[in-house]
């Protein structure tokens, strides 16, 4: 069944954004006694769970909150300057024609992502924008947006480019594309057997109901 609701991950589906992540990250590491991560190391990093990546980087559960909300408030300043990953400009507009429900899920802040759509002109296309401030809190968003929008289960589809996002979607029972462009590597992603694995934006229109 082609899906009519879509819901977008944003940090490394929609937005590029890693790199300026790891920048922000290596300016808030001093305080807490962080080490900084080097760009070489993002390759092996890919591969990695969330619960694998804190411990790798040696961060405490409790620092996470206020890393997250720091790190979010930081990028504001910047977001307007983050690209849009290539093809999706051509993609989105596409997309939403066959779409009766689009939004976006996201563990950033909403501002962030208002300011980013409005920068490259999509905030038009978006019904709903929603955040989390916890990493590991989308399943319980997933569900009420389901219920807001009275929306179909067999229906919905998150897109992400992260392990908890998988997670995330198969915990709220609604199916998943997994895409290969963002953080986590295709091998990482293909280990949680996504309803969908997809290789570049164009890929997500097979997914909606065409004409």
């Given at each position: 069944?082609?899906?009519?609701?879509?819901?977008?991950?944003?940090?490394?589906?929609?937005?590029?954004?890693?790199?300026?992540?790891?920048?922000?990250?290596?300016?808030?590491?001093?305080?807490?006694?962080?080490?900084?991560?080097?760009?070489?190391?993002?390759?092996?990093?890919?591969?990695?769970?969330?619960?694998?990546?804190?411990?790798?980087?040696?961060?405490?559960?409790?620092?996470?909150?206020?890393?997250?909300?720091?790190?979010?408030?930081?990028?504001?300043?910047?977001?307007?300057?983050?690209?849009?990953?290539?093809?999706?400009?051509?993609?989105?507009p596409d997309l939403r024609r066959h779409?009766?429900?689009?939004?976006?899920?996201?563990?950033?802040?909403q501002d962030n992502v208002d300011l980013?759509?409005r920068a490259h002109g999509l905030r038009?296309?978006?019904?709903?924008?929603?955040?989390?401030?916890?990493?590991?809190?989308?399943?319980?968003?997933?569900?009420?947006?389901?219920?807001?929008?009275?929306?179909?289960?067999?229906?919905?589809?998150?897109?992400?480019?992260?392990?908890?996002?998988?997670?995330?979607?198969?915990?709220?029972?609604?199916?998943?594309?997994?895409?290969?462009?963002?953080?986590?590597?295709?091998?990482?992603?293909?280990?949680?057997?996504?309803?969908?694995?997809?290789?570049?934006?164009?890929?997500?229109?097979?997914?909606?109901?065409?004409?």
């Amino acid at each position: 069944m082609p899906f009519r609701s879509l819901i977008f991950d944003f940090d490394g589906t929609l937005a590029d954004t890693i790199e300026e992540a790891r920048n922000i990250f290596n300016q808030l590491a001093p305080e807490y006694g962080l080490r900084e991560i080097e760009q070489g190391e993002i390759t092996g990093l890919r591969h990695l769970s969330l619960k694998q990546l804190l411990h790798r980087l040696d961060i405490s559960k409790r620092h996470v909150p206020a890393l997250l909300a720091r790190g979010t408030s930081m990028l504001r300043r910047r977001i307007v300057r983050m690209p849009l990953i290539d093809g999706m400009t051509h993609v989105l507009p596409d997309l939403r024609r066959h779409a009766s429900s689009f939004g976006i899920l996201t563990s950033n802040a909403q501002d962030n992502v208002d300011l980013f759509l409005r920068a490259h002109g999509l905030r038009g296309l978006f019904s709903f924008i929603s955040s989390t401030s916890k990493l590991t809190g989308k399943a319980k968003h997933l569900r009420a947006i389901r219920k807001t929008f009275s929306m179909e289960s067999d229906q919905m589809l998150y897109i992400g480019d992260e392990i908890r996002d998988i997670r995330a979607a198969r915990k709220a029972g609604i199916a998943v594309a997994a895409v290969t462009w963002g953080f986590n590597s295709p091998e990482a992603l293909s280990k949680e057997r996504p309803d969908f694995l997809l290789e570049s934006p164009e890929e997500l229109l097979k997914l909606v109901d065409h004409p």
